[in-house]
């Protein structure tokens, strides 16, 4: 289930929307069909990795089991 970037000419609105299958899009504020698809930005990074090293070297220093 892909997630789009949509604008909507009439209404000169962006949004995103997850499109099922075949179906087509809707524009949440006028109703319009004709949307035109946009380049979405990609992700940043996540961070998460780096938070669990550094609260395990925290956990280790404290001598926590909880650094495994």
């Known amino acids: 289930m892909p ?3 949509f604008r909507c000419p009439p ?3 962006t949004f995103e929307v997850l499109v099922l299958g075949s179906r087509t899009p809707r524009c949440p504020m006028c109703g319009n069909e004709s949307l035109e698809k946009q380049v979405s930005r990609p992700a940043p990074p996540g961070q998460s990795a780096g ?3 550094a609260a395990r070297a925290q956990a280790k ?3 926590h089991f909880s650094n495994y």
């Open 3 to 5: 997630l789009f970037d």
């Open 51 to 53: 938070l669990v090293n």
């Open 61 to 63: 220093r404290e001598g």
């Open 11 to 13: 209404c000169d609105k």
